[in-house]
C-alpha cells in the first residue's frame, strides 16, 4: 500500500429486501429489494456525496452481481464501473433462505462465524476472494477513492481483512441494509473511519410484546 494513499475505501450495503427483514440467510438467491430498500438506497446515496465531499477525481465503483446490489448502487446514484463476481454474499450452501434460530434447531449454536456450513462457503475461501478485493482497492486507493456495493457478512468479513484479522472478527462490525462503511489509513496503515453509518432510513419500532 502506498505510504500517502489519497483515496478511502465506501462499503455500503444493499438495501432492505424481504429475507434481509426476515432474518433469512441470502447468498446465492437474487431476491430484490423491497419498496423500503429502495428509499433506503437513495438516502444512502446522499450520504455517500456527504461524506466524499468534493473529493477528487472519481471514484471507481465496484459492485456485487447480485440485483439488491446492483439496483443500490444505480438508486444511489453511483455509476458502477466493474460488477465482481468476488464481492456476492457468503455461500450459505444447504442455509440458503433459512434463519440462525432454525439452523439451531438442528445445528445448536450455530454462527456463520464458528460453525462449518454444509456445501457452502469456508471462511478460508471467502477471506481469499475478499483479500483480492482488498489488494485491488489498495492500489486504487493511491490516487482515488474506492466505493464497493455488496452484501452483509461478506462485507463484515473484508472490514476484518481490511485490518489483517481473521474473517471470524467479522462478528465485531455492524453492518445494516443500506448503511455505509469508511475505512481509511494512518501512515499507511488501515484503519476505521467510519462504521456501520445509517444512510437509509430508521428502522420501524418493534411490535408491542404479546400480551396473555
Known amino acids: 500500500m502506498s505510504e500517502s494513499p489519497v483515496g478511502r475505501l465506501y462499503l455500503l450495503r444493499h438495501g432492505e429486501t ?16 423491497t419498496g423500503r430498500g429502495e428509499d433506503q438506497a437513495r438516502v444512502a446515496g446522499d450520504l455517500l456525496r456527504t461524506l466524499r465531499g468534493d473529493a477528487q477525481p472519481d471514484p471507481v465503483v465496484w459492485c456485487s452481481p447480485r440485483t439488491r446490489a446492483r439496483d443500490t448502487a444505480r438508486l444511489a446514484g453511483l455509476t458502477v464501473d466493474d460488477v465482481r463476481e468476488d464481492l456476492v ?33 469456508s471462511d478460508e475461501a471467502i477471506a481469499k476472494r475478499i483479500d483480492a478485493v482488498i489488494a485491488d482497492a489498495d492500489r486504487e486507493l493511491a490516487v482515488r477513492d474506492v466505493i464497493v456495493v455488496g452484501h452483509g457478512h461478506a462485507s463484515r468479513v473484508l472490514v476484518a481483512r481490511y485490518l489483517g484479522l481473521p474473517p471470524a472478527a467479522g462478528v465485531g462490525f455492524a453492518f445494516d441494509p443500506a448503511s455505509v462503511t469508511v475505512l481509511g489509513h494512518e501512515r499507511g496503515e488501515h484503519r476505521i473511519d467510519l462504521l456501520n453509518v445509517p444512510g437509509g432510513l430508521a428502522e420501524p419500532p418493534p411490535p408491542p410484546a404479546d400480551r396473555h
Do not use: F
Open 18 to 33: 424481504e429475507w434481509s427483514r426476515s432474518g433469512q440467510h441470502t447468498g446465492r438467491t437474487d431476491i430484490p429489494l
Open 89 to 121: 454474499e457468503w455461500d450459505y450452501g444447504d442455509y440458503e433462505g433459512r434463519t440462525t434460530p432454525d439452523i439451531r434447531t438442528e445445528d445448536p449454536g450455530w454462527t456463520i462465524w464458528t460453525h462449518p456450513v454444509p456445501h457452502g462457503e
